[in-house]
C-alpha cells in the first residue's frame, strides 16, 4: 500500500544534467532569478541599487523580462496591477533602505486590495543583520520591521541554500487566499557570492484553498432560503475569486438585489434587473440594505467607503464570506463564513432553494429613480457628462485604473466597469499617484487591450517620471489628466469645514508640453470633445496623454445627515 508521503519526486534527465554540470559563474542571484522562472514567472518589475546588482545582473542570463520603473513606489503600483489582471505572484525587485522602504505605500494598497505581489529586497551584508551598527550604506536596524504591518509575510534569507525554499514559500504565501504582498529580503554578499547549487529547475508552490466549513454554508442557505428581503453586498473578494458568474447564478435563484463596493465593480452586470449598481454612498442604497432582513456580504470588510462612511446599521441578520480573517466580523455582527468567495458560493449553489419573488425587480428600479433624482437635483450635468464621455470612448473590454481624485470617486459610484477585472483605483489604501504607474503594468500583463489611466493634476505629479517608462516599453496606456490646479477634493474639504482651503493650490506645468518632451503624443481636450480626443488616443498605438482642464465637484455626501 503506498501513502502520498511515500512518494517522491524524482528528477528528470535534464534536471540530472543541470544538477551534475552547472554553468560557470552562477551566483546567488542566478539562484533568486532561476527560482521565479521555475515558479512560472515570466514578467519582472524593479529598479536596480547597488546591494540588488547580483540579482540584476543574473537577469541578463534568464528569460525573464523585466521592466523597470523610475521609481520604486511606481514599480510596486505597476506590480500590483500586473497580479490583478493576471492573478498571478508579479515579482518586485528592490533596493536596501530608502529603495525598498519608497515601495512601502505600493505595498500597502496591494495589502488593501489583496493583489499579490512577491517583494524581493536585497539586504546590507550578512554580518550587518541582526541590528548591530556597522556603517553600512542603507544599513537600519530593522529593514524587515518597516513591512511586517504591511505585507503578509516576511521571509529573511541568510544563506544561498535558502533562497529557493524562501522564495516559494513567499510566493505560496502570496497567492493563497487572500492574495497580498509579501517579502523576501537577501543581504549583497549572498546574492554576490558564486554558487556551487545546482541550478533551480522547477517549482512545487501549491497556494492553499480556503472552503468553507459545510455546517455554516449550510446554516446560511436556509437563512437566504427562508428570507423575505435578501440582498448581497459584492465586495473586491469576488472579482479576486472570479467568481461573479457564480454570484449572479445565486442572485437570481434568490431573487436577490446586488449592490457591488468600489473594490467590486464589474462583479455582478450593471443593467441586470437584479443590480443596484454601485451606489454605495447613498442614503437610499443604505436604507434598502437595512431593510433587508438576511443580507449577504460576499468579499469585503464593510469598511469606511462600503459602508457608508460606518453609518450603515444593518436590522436583518447577517452573513458574510470573506476570506481575510482579520476582516470577518470585524464591522457588524455576522454568521462570519471564512473562506474564498468562490467556493462559498458553489456550496451556497448547492444548497439554496430558489425562491419566488415578484418585487425585486420593482424595488431595484425604484431605488435606482430615487438616487438619480436626488443626483439631478444638485446640478451636476458637467460630472456626469464627463464620466459618461469615458464610458463611451473606452472599449468595453479594456481595464481602467484610477487615482484619488473627483472623477474617480463619481466613477465608484457612477461608472459601469463593464466586466469584472475591469476597473481599479486606489481606494483601499488611498494613496496619491496609483494610475498611471498601475496601468503600465496591466499593459504589460495584456497588451492587446488598451488602458486607460485617470489622474488629478496633484496625482499626475506622482508619476510624471513613468512617462520614460511608458515610451521605453512603447505601452498602450491613454493617460487622461483632470486639471483643476490643485488637489481638487482636499480644496471642497477644507473650504466646506473652514471656510477656506490651505495648501491645496498647486503650480503645475504644461502636461501636454511635458508629454511630447518624452515623446508621448499629449492633447488638450474640453468637455465636449473629452469622448472624440478620448476614444482616438485610445485607438492609438503606444503611450498617450489627454489633458482636461475642468473643475468638477462632488455629489453631495449622504453619511452627514443631508438628503
Not at 496591494?110 to 551598527?133: D, F, K, Y
Not at 536596524?141 to 541554500?161: L, W
Not at 487615482?403 to 489604501?429: C, E, R, V
Request: net charge negative.
Amino acid at each position: 500500500m503506498t501513502h502520498d508521503h511515500d512518494l517522491v519526486l524524482r528528477p528528470t534527465p535534464a534536471q540530472t544534467e543541470a544538477a551534475l554540470n552547472p554553468p560557470p559563474g552562477r551566483t546567488g542571484g542566478d539562484l533568486v532569478v532561476e527560482t521565479l522562472a521555475g515558479l512560472g514567472a515570466t514578467t519582472v518589475f524593479g529598479l536596480p541599487g547597488q546591494h540588488a546588482l547580483g540579482v540584476f545582473d543574473a537577469l541578463r542570463r534568464s528569460d525573464l523580462r523585466y521592466i523597470g520603473l523610475r521609481v520604486e513606489n511606481n514599480a510596486g503600483f505597476a506590480a500590483d496591477a500586473y497580479g490583478r489582471i493576471t492573478g498571478e505572484a508579479a515579482p518586485l525587485l528592490l533596493s536596501t533602505g530608502p529603495g525598498a522602504l519608497t515601495s512601502l505605500p505600493a505595498l500597502q494598497e496591494a495589502a488593501a486590495a489583496s493583489a499579490p505581489v512577491l517583494a524581493i529586497s536585497s539586504q546590507v551584508p550578512t554580518a550587518g543583520l541582526g541590528g548591530g551598527r556597522h556603517g553600512y550604506l542603507h544599513e537600519l536596524p530593522d529593514q524587515a520591521a518597516s513591512f511586517r504591518g504591511v505585507v503578509k509575510s516576511v521571509h529573511t534569507v541568510r544563506a544561498q541554500s535558502q533562497i529557493p525554499s524562501a522564495i516559494e514559500a513567499a510566493w505560496t504565501s502570496a497567492l493563497s487566499a487572500p492574495h497580498g504582498p509579501v517579502w523576501v529580503e537577501i543581504p549583497q554578499d549572498v546574492l554576490l557570492a558564486e554558487t556551487a547549487i545546482p541550478v533551480v529547475t522547477g517549482g512545487d508552490a501549491f497556494p492553499e484553498e480556503l472552503p468553507p466549513r459545510p455546517e455554516l454554508t449550510a446554516l446560511a442557505a436556509d437563512l437566504l432560503s427562508k428570507a423575505a428581503r435578501p440582498a448581497i453586498i459584492a465586495g473586491g473578494g469576488v472579482v479576486r475569486a472570479d467568481a461573479s458568474g457564480k454570484l449572479r447564478q445565486l442572485a437570481e435563484l434568490l431573487r436577490a438585489p446586488v449592490v457591488t463596493t468600489p473594490g467590486g465593480k464589474g462583479a455582478f452586470p450593471w443593467t441586470h434587473p437584479l443590480s443596484l449598481q454601485s451606489w454605495i454612498e447613498d442614503r437610499h442604497t443604505t436604507d434598502f440594505l437595512e431593510d433587508a432582513d438576511v443580507l449577504l456580504v460576499v468579499g469585503s470588510g464593510l469598511g469606511e467607503l462600503s459602508s457608508n462612511y460606518h453609518t450603515f446599521k444593518p436590522r436583518g441578520r447577517v452573513v458574510q464570506i470573506e476570506a481575510d480573517l482579520g476582516k470577518l466580523e470585524s464591522n457588524h455582527p455576522a454568521l462570519g463564513i471564512h473562506a474564498d468567495a468562490r467556493p462559498a458560493l458553489q456550496a451556497l449553489l448547492e444548497t439554496v432553494r430558489a425562491r419566488e419573488d415578484t418585487t425585486a425587480a420593482d424595488r431595484v428600479r425604484e431605488l435606482l429613480a430615487k438616487v438619480a433624482e436626488r443626483i439631478a437635483a444638485q446640478e451636476l450635468t458637467l460630472e456626469q457628462d464627463v464620466l459618461a464621455s469615458v464610458r463611451k470612448a473606452l472599449p468595453a473590454d479594456s481595464p481602467s485604473f484610477w487615482d484619488m481624485t473627483i472623477l474617480a470617486y463619481w466613477a465608484w459610484s457612477a461608472f459601469d466597469a463593464k466586466g469584472p477585472n475591469h476597473m481599479h483605483s486606489a481606494q483601499g489604501a488611498g494613496g496619491l499617484g496609483y494610475a498611471f504607474p498601475a496601468a503600465l503594468g496591466a499593459a504589460v500583463a495584456d497588451p492587446t487591450r488598451p488602458v486607460l489611466a485617470v489622474s488629478g493634476d496633484g496625482g499626475a505629479l506622482y508619476s510624471i517620471a513613468e512617462l520614460a517608462t511608458a515610451r521605453q516599453y512603447d505601452l498602450n496606456v491613454t493617460w487622461l489628466i483632470v486639471d483643476d490646479g490643485g488637489y481638487g477634493i482636499l480644496r471642497a474639504y477644507m473650504n466646506d469645514a473652514f471656510g477656506e482651503a490651505t495648501a491645496t493650490e498647486l503650480t503645475r506645468p504644461d502636461y501636454v508640453a511635458l508629454a511630447e518632451s518624452f515623446g508621448v503624443p499629449g492633447v488638450r481636450t474640453t468637455p465636449e470633445s473629452l469622448e472624440k480626443d478620448l476614444a482616438a488616443a485610445l485607438a492609438a498605438p503606444g503611450p498617450r496623454v489627454v489633458v482636461l482642464p475642468a473643475m468638477l465637484r462632488m455629489f453631495a455626501p449622504t453619511h452627514l445627515g443631508s438628503d
